[in-house]
């Protein structure tokens, strides 16, 4: 558990005051051990300590800093206080790459919530060689988006090695079952995108590209434009009706980065989609087709100005979410399924309970700080602007684990 070099600080919540914030501090008050040192960090010190006093007697000597996310100053003392930076403060394009920065400059270890593909490619391009240099792991989507999907194919992965059963190639993620509530982050960043796709050809180009967070795009397959929604379909493989699964957009994208930065050790020949699974039958038709037909008439509203503010009105806001009793009754579960380049098959089952955009999330983002902060000595040795699965890989796993989530993966044939 050490944690080397001399800073006030282990892990700092940035981002403490806003909904999701709270609930990562409060799961590290809880969660943590005794001697890790956690602080709040946000923009109003007033609003920090009404929340310190929230969190009951244990967070009593948890320190504040006030740091404004356009602040470049302030956000490089607070990184420089710290070993680990955890924020939640979106949408991270227009609030995350000062921070960003100001991590890689100060050698500190970053883990976010970040959906936004835009935002990850231009951490990319602007520090993954710096970040390299430093040592530094920084690591984004570190919640429902894209931890249970990244470290899925992870032990897909491991479990196929371990038996020499060739390499992975067509790989389908199916959502089970999924009881949450919509995130106003998650909207306010399809809003965001859809704007600023609307305004810029490469943008664009960026956001339709399947291997856009790729670190070397031309050894990359060329499978042209991928659509956004995955259609109503009857997937005779997997034996049930298919339709679109909305964190699919940045899932797909992390875990191909995730094979390129290995060495492409998934396979070269490694194919990766995500889908919500209706069963089979009329039933399980009628509902894939309402999803399709519900996410693209919201993907087609978020981009149409004029009635921007009906939507605004009825859906809800970044800084909001849903009560206790719906995040504890809020659960996911999702299996990630592989056919192998020896005809073998594989299955990874991933559940966990809570609201997956809130409650789950924030053990996942909790525990990868906690990773970053104390299990240096076990982690991939590996640094720039990483993955879960490349930055934490397994020891993230078996955090999870300990938290109460499931992971597992084995041969079905």
């Known amino acids: ?12 919540v940035y981002g403490a005051s806003g909904f999701a914030g709270r609930l990562v501090a409060k799961y590290l008050v809880e969660h943590a051990p005794k001697d890790v040192r956690v602080g709040l960090a946000g923009r109003s010190a007033a609003k920090l300590a009404d929340i310190r006093r929230g969190l009951g007697p244990k967070a009593a000597d ?14 490089l003392a607070m990184a420089q206080s710290t070993h680990v930076v ?18 890689v400059e100060a050698g500190t270890h970053y883990a976010d919530l970040t959906g936004e593909v835009l935002f990850e490619r231009a951490s990319i391009d602007r520090f993954d060689d710096a970040a390299r240099q430093a040592g530094v792991r920084i690591v984004h989507s570190c919640g429902f988006d894209s931890i249970p999907s990244d470290l899925g194919v992870l032990l897909l992965h491991e479990a196929v090695s371990a038996d020499g059963a060739g390499d992975m190639e067509d790989t389908t993620l199916v959502v089970k079952s999924l009881r949450g509530s919509l995130s106003g982050g998650t909207i306010a960043t399809g809003k965001l995108e859809a704007d600023l796709a609307k305004s810029n050809r490469d943008h664009r180009k960026v956001i339709a590209d399947p291997y856009a967070l790729s670190p070397d795009r031309a050894e990359e397959p060329s499978l042209g434009p991928e659509k956004p929604f995955v259609t ?13 699964f909305i964190m699919a957009t940045i899932n797909t994208r992390a875990v191909r980065r995730s094979n390129a930065l290995q060495g492409w050790e998934y396979g070269r020949r490694f194919r990766y989609r995500e889908v919500t699974g209706f069963g089979d039958g009329p039933t399980g038709a009628v509902k894939a087709g309402a999803m399709t037909a519900g996410l693209g008439t919201m993907a087609a509203a978020l981009g149409f100005a004029p009635i921007r503010p009906l939507l605004d009105r009825a859906l809800p806001k ?24 020896t005809g073998a ?20 983002l909790g525990e990868a700080a906690l990773c970053l902060a104390l299990d240096q000595a076990s982690l991939p040795k590996r640094a720039g602007v990483l993955t879960p699965a490349t930055a934490m890989g397994l020891p993230l796993v078996e ?15």
């Open 232 to 244: 109503a379909q009857y997937d005779s493989e997997l034996r049930t009706w298919v339709g679109p």
């Open 399 to 413: 955090r999870l684990r300990a938290a109460g989530h499931k992971y597992e993966a084995h041969r079905v044939d």
């Open 345 to 364: 098959r594989y299955v990874a089952k991933i559940a966990a309970p809570g609201d997956p955009g809130y409650a789950a999330t924030a053990v996942m």
């Open 1 to 12: 558990m050490a944690r080397g070099g001399k800073r006030d600080l282990d892990i700092v």
């Open 62 to 75: 948890i320190a504040l800093i006030e740091a404004d996310s356009a602040d470049s100053d302030a956000l």
């Open 86 to 103: 955890a924020t939640t403060v979106g949408p991270y394009w227009i609030n995350g790459l000062n921070l960003v920065g100001a991590c």
């Open 318 to 341: 970044p800084g909001e979410g849903p009560s206790e009793k719906l995040q504890r009754e809020g659960r996911f579960k999702i299996e990630i399924h592989t056919r192998t380049s």
